[in-house]
């Protein structure tokens, strides 16, 4: 079977192409600006490489189809009046018989009906230089994969807006503590494992601290104050509560934050300035791991 081939250019928003990871799971939608798209890709919100020719969204694929038919549909038909035109050539003069072949079909000009989709925000990976725009939380650069500050703040970015457009405050600033303690698990995660083949848990900045002090000889809480170990103490333990117990404090809570001890059996409350105290806290303990290869 011979291979018909021809190029289409899929639309993009300012340099932007929408993608769509591959890991049924996860679906999402992200956009790489043109110049950054590399053979193979990661997702920024699972982290699962993929073949770039894999990321195509549906209203893509979808497209790609419809332009394949009407080429493929020039190609038959052209190969069809070159069919009848021999035939035409041949019968000329015959009385019983003639051909007559029709006019040229040409592929029809297929306009795209769809609009790649707006997404929160932008971000320049400072490892790799690359450009790529996702929605809401994620975690690696879709290029080289890192985990960085860059990443980070991009997130923060997204978690303050959302709290303060939040008709529910209480509602965001649990996500917001929430968004704040899995960045800081995955950003330890991914640099444990050049360290040890230990799971470490990263929910507890004590468990943390103990982890990269065992096994990479680091303090990640060497450069906070009393005040910012205590409020980062307050954020991961609250958000802790929240997630297992409605945000009871209980005495679990308690044996993390004596502080608290007065709070013992009430709800316990968010804040903004709390949270925003901590981000600074995660921020010198994330400035403080060790590097991603021993
Ligand atoms: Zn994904
Ligand atoms: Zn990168």
Redesign the pocket.
Known sequence: MSELSFSVSLATDEGFLGRE???P????YFRVHTDSIADEML??????RFASNDLFTQDQVDFLTEVAAEKAMEYAADELRKMFGKLERQTRGNKYVSFKAGPPYRAKTIQPRYAERKVDSEIVCPDCGSRFQVDGIFAHCVRCGIENMAVFDANLEVIRREAAAASDPQRALRHAYNDLVSMFESMCGSRSSAYSEEHGSFQDPYEARRFFKKHAKVDLLANLNDEQELAVRRVFHKRHAWQHSRGVITDRYVRKVPEDRELEGSQASLSMSEFESAVIAVRLMLDALPPKAP
């Open positions: 990871c591959n890991n799971q996860c679906s999402r997702c920024p919100y699972c982290g699962q």
